[in-house]
């Protein structure tokens, strides 16, 4: 499906960017990570680290802390998902692009496939953002109805109540289904192909499967046993899951989301805005106000920025955050934002109760 964008209509871009451009040369500091990245990394990968390996080779003997433990190591692996693998995916985590590269391959421990993901989201979920059948993002049929476009089933009218069941599964399903489903079906989505791999990520591709889980099962079950492996497993994996999918459809999924509406088969798909704007009208930001928010989840809260800007490291994103929202009320551009989580969680479960009916 070809999709267009409304050609000649670039004057709200442009001035944008050339006023986030501007900030950059006066500052005199560029788009890309700077200290404040780096020290994140370094905190957040030594926690990991070392909860790791005080649950795996100190475990504790009290059953409540090692429960605490694997929550907590859920969180920091979506800390490092938040904050060094989508800036490194991304190519804003440093000028480096070996650096950026390593980054973006952490999410390769982390069960996943960076390369299945750049594609998935770099390409598809920031171009074609809220479309079927190209953005993979909003494709979570049969379980979930998110726009009109998808057929309803009955126990939709329920989805607002089992949804947050179904983001807690999120991580088994990526890791352990969809990866494998994208990789033997050969589509990143619908309308999409995966390009051709070459012999050597075929390799990584299997091999990292392998490395994530005999670092993560394998050697803990030789210490702990793989009974208490599985549970902590399970526990880490379900708070990963719940906080990654959480923070992603709070940004697209709310009351009054926009979703075009898909022509005919083979037919060209014309959105009658330009590209920024069409951005800005699927996107929201949350709780922009909320430094630790912002800081734990690598200012994926300034969703507007990033799908904006994505070349540019989320550290920068409340620096330019009041440009964007002069911008676009110098040209008339609507902004949807949530001030705070609990709002912006409350919006999304509001639109699946409402189309989930509709």
């Not at 050609?7 to 709200?12: D, S, V, Y």
């Not at 949804?163 to 989505?189: C, E, H, P, Q």
């Not at 208490?228 to 994996?237: E, F, P, R, S």
Request: hydrophobic residues 45%; aromatic residues 14%.
């Amino acid at each position: 499906m070809e999709v267009v964008f409304r050609p000649g209509q670039k004057t709200f871009f442009n001035t944008l960017r050339n006023r986030i451009n501007q900030y950059f040369i006066e500052n005199q500091i560029t788009q890309e990570g700077n200290e404040v990245l780096y020290s994140k990394t370094i905190i957040i990968s030594t926690l990991l680290i070392a909860n790791y390996t005080l649950l795996v080779f100190f475990t504790p003997p009290q059953v409540w802390i090692q429960i605490a433990l694997c929550i907590l190591l859920g969180i920091l692996f979506a800390m490092v998902g938040f904050n060094m693998m989508h800036d490194g995916s991304h190519g804003s985590y440093s000028k480096n692009k070996v650096l950026n590269t390593i980054m973006a391959y952490t999410l390769n421990v982390l069960g996943g496939n960076a390369l299945i993901w750049h594609q998935k989201h770099n390409l598809n979920h920031h171009t074609y953002t809220n479309i079927e059948h190209l953005d993979d993002d909003i494709d979570l049929k049969p379980f979930l109805r998110q726009h009109m476009g998808q057929k309803k089933k009955w126990f939709h009218r329920y989805q607002h109540v089992y949804a947050y069941l179904l983001y807690a599964a999120t991580f088994f399903f990526w890791v352990y289904v969809r990866d494998f489903v994208k990789y033997f079906s050969g589509k990143i989505a619908q309308d999409t192909p995966i390009r051709k791999w070459t012999p050597g990520e075929h390799f990584i591709f299997w091999f990292s499967k392998v490395v994530h889980i005999t670092i993560f099962v394998l050697i803990p079950s030789s210490q702990v046993g793989l009974g208490h492996t599985l549970i902590g497993y399970v526990i880490m994996a379900t708070f990963l899951g719940f906080i990654l999918s959480s923070v992603f459809q709070l940004a697209h999924i709310f009351e009054s989301s926009f979703f075009p509406v898909v022509p005919e088969p083979n037919q060209p798909m014309d959105i009658e805005t330009e590209w920024a704007v069409h951005q800005i009208r699927t996107t929201a930001d949350f709780a922009a106000g909320s430094k630790v928010l912002t800081w734990m989840l690598g200012g994926l809260n300034f969703q507007m920025e990033h799908h904006l800007f994505p070349k540019i490291s989320h550290v920068h994103y409340p620096a330019i955050h009041p440009i964007v929202l002069e911008t676009c009320k110098e040209f008339g551009v609507d902004v949807l934002a949530h001030p705070t989580l609990m709002s912006a969680l409350r919006s999304h479960t509001l639109y699946l109760k409402q189309i989930g009916t509709a």
